[in-house]
């Protein structure tokens, strides 16, 4: 592989030094995994894209990614509490399971952090972790005979599904689960009951997200910023600022902070009373099955506050915009209620549909 070739964005058109060195200590696989994700990150922040960063150092995007977002966990893990021996693990391998623990705050991070390195868990049980520490964090009041633990957050989860579950294979799993994580002698009593008491309660199924997809060139209208009304000058046309579009969406921004976005009129967005739009990658999402993770827009309507079941609603979690779907009313405040959520056209040559003649052919 050969150095990254100058950056464009680069007013001097010419990469640094200390790019050129960070670029070489990636190749030559310098140093421990989280210092290369603050290195990859330092490079992303400089201008240069994942490919162009793949091209030079032989790291995926996909990689990046990971190593990037784990290093951010991992460097929050000693500011929140984690214990050295956690640390001293993570420091050399896991990256992977960090990943996981992204959307967590930072003192779950830390208490996720020592648990997945306790139990010795995979990033796939490490992603099941964190769901159920943050399904738990959002409770007013501890369930009974739980502590705050994320142990007991985990035991909590196994113990509710295991409630749910008439499978008795399924069901020992859970309670076995349960057991293995639960911290507190309350919390394994809870679970042991399962063990006698085979009494079921049925599971609400989680209502569909009301995904859409825009299909056709139509649905792709493109916004044209207004000079103003003739009478105008020359200098008025030069004002107009230059429109520059974002994809997939063909979002737009002007001077200042607000930016808008194009969406076509479906009757659920006409009906809406003070829509909102959100940029989100789908994992963000709850309830969500499929493999393949992109961004989305998520139409929020402020004005509708009031819970019902068969709705997903926005809410706020550790300070942040949160995405939620409640089986029974909650007890936090609901920001507004998601009536869209628009995936991006899918395209699968941009080349030819440049070509009017091609298309028309």
Do not use: C
């Amino acid at each position: 592989m050969t150095d990254l070739p100058p950056n464009a964005q680069n007013p001097d058109n010419a990469v640094s030094d200390v790019a050129q060195e960070l670029l070489r200590k990636l190749r030559q696989k310098q140093g421990n995994w989280v210092e290369w994700g603050v290195a990859i990150a330092q490079l992303l922040k400089s201008g240069y894209n994942p490919q162009e960063i793949f091209e030079a150092t032989g790291f995926e995007p996909l990689q990046q990614n990971q190593v990037v977002v784990g290093s951010q966990v991992y460097n929050s893990l000693e500011k929140s509490g984690a214990s050295a021996s956690a640390r001293s693990h993570y420091a050399l391998r896991g990256s992977d399971i960090l990943y996981e623990l992204r959307l967590l705050t930072q003192e779950e991070r830390a208490a996720a952090a020592d648990l997945t390195f306790h139990h010795k868990l995979d990033a796939d049980e490490a992603r099941e972790v964190a769901k159920a520490i943050k399904d738990f964090s959002r409770f007013r009041d501890l369930p009974a005979g739980f502590s705050a633990h994320p142990g007991d957050a985990v035991a909590y989860q196994a113990w509710k599904l295991a409630r749910q579950n008439t499978d008795l294979q399924e069901r020992s799993r859970l309670i076995a689960k349960g057991l293995r994580f639960a911290h507190t002698q309350p919390a394994r009593q809870q679970i042991e009951q399962l063990l006698t008491d085979f009494t079921t309660i049925p599971k609400r199924p989680a209502p569909l997200l009301p995904f859409y997809r825009l299909d056709s060139e139509e649905e792709l209208p493109r916004i044209i910023p207004v000079v103003g009304e003739i009478p105008l000058t020359p200098q008025d046309l030069k004002a107009v600022p230059i429109v520059i579009e974002i994809e997939p969406f063909r979002l737009v921004k002007f001077t200042g902070e607000q930016a808008w976005i194009p969406l076509p009129g479906w009757q659920t967005l006409l009906s809406a009373e003070d829509p909102v739009a959100i940029l989100s990658s789908s994992d963000r999402l709850p309830n969500i099955t499929q493999t393949r993770i992109g961004q989305v827009v998520i139409v929020v309507d402020r004005a509708q506050r009031e819970w019902d079941a068969s709705s997903y609603f926005v809410v706020e979690q550790s300070g942040e915009l949160d995405f939620q779907w409640f089986e029974t009313e909650p007890e936090i405040p609901l920001l507004g209620k998601i009536v869209v959520i628009v995936r991006p056209k899918r395209i699968l040559d941009e080349e030819v549909t440049k070509d009017s003649w091609q298309i028309d052919e």
